[in-house]
Nanobody, 115 residues
Framework: VQLQASGGGLVQAGGSLRLACAAT????????IAWFRQAPGKEREFVAT????????DYADSVKGRFTISRDSSKNTMYLQMDSLKPEDTAVYYC?????????WGQGTQVTVSS
């Protein structure tokens, strides 16, 4: 199983980025998927999640209204659309998939937001 995250980069405050996480060895539509992030010197924190049914998404208060989590079953890929980015969004972003007692992490992609 592999989760390959991509799409990070350097963006100015107010800009947008879309992160992608391509899965191999599992079917994203059968998993609860999520994004986490870790800023320098801080613990990894929850950003967004959506259940396997895809009907309900949940977001950290700090990103609510600005970020959108989604998945494309045809591409077996999950996404995180990030709009109105702020410098405090700077972090390494990790994708995550869980089903029952089994979970997997992606390798992380760096997002840097300049002021």
């Amino acid at each position: 199983v592999q989760l390959q995250a991509s799409g990070g980069g350097l963006v100015q405050a107010g800009g947008s980025l879309r992160l992608a996480c391509a899965a191999t060895g599992l079917t994203v539509s059968s998993y609860t998927i999520a994004w986490f992030r870790q800023a320098p010197g801080k613990e990894r924190e929850f950003v967004a999640t959506i259940g396997w049914s895809g009907t309900t998404a949940d977001y950290a208060d700090s990103v609510k209204g600005r970020f959108t989590i989604s998945r494309d079953s045809s591409k077996n890929t999950m996404y995180l659309q990030m709009d109105s980015l702020k410098p405090e969004d700077t972090a390494v972003y990790y994708c995550y998939a869980r089903r029952y007692w089994t979970d997997y992490w992606g390798q992380g992609t760096q997002v840097t937001v300049s002021s």
